[in-house]
């Protein structure tokens, strides 16, 4: 599924991924930071990822881990340091909670820090970290 925001490109094609990229947020991050290069890609091989592209060069990134039946993970989201506040987080989450494939499944995530960000998309507070999304036919 490719999506054009402005001069960005959302996009799930493993193929455009620049995996190093991903690996220097991941190393920043304060949830991944221990995890080993072999971890990384392993999570990638076996979830659905999204990135974000200016070009040729990855700005953000998701990775969604799912049953494909009832529920999803949401996890390891970023966006590049340089380029933040335009809006790029909020498409992000908003392509992957309207997408056919997630919408009527239930979603979690974890997260410190960007719970009023995940609350403009339905995610509702189960605890001081953990969010939880009902699938939009059990909120219609």
């Not at 049953?67 to 390891?76: K, N, S």
């Not at 992957?96 to 609350?119: C, N, P, V, W």
Request: net charge negative; with cysteine.
């Amino acid at each position: 599924m490719d999506f054009i925001y402005g001069e960005y490109l959302i996009s799930d094609n493993k193929e455009l991924m620049d995996i190093h990229a991903v690996k220097g947020f991941l190393a920043r991050s304060y949830w991944a930071n221990k995890r080993s290069d072999e971890k990384i890609e392993k999570s990638i091989h076996s979830s659905v990822c999204f990135g974000i592209y200016k070009e040729e060069i990855q700005v953000g990134f998701a990775r969604v881990v799912t049953d494909d039946a009832t529920m999803y993970w949401l996890c390891d989201v970023f966006i590049h340091e340089e380029y933040r506040g335009r809006g790029l987080g909020k498409k992000l989450i908003e392509v992957i909670t309207q997408s056919d494939r997630f919408k009527d499944l239930m979603g979690l995530l974890g997260t410190l820090d960007a719970h009023e960000l995940y609350e403009q998309y339905q995610f509702n507070r189960n605890s001081e970290r953990f969010m939880i999304r009902l699938p939009d036919y059990l909120r219609a």
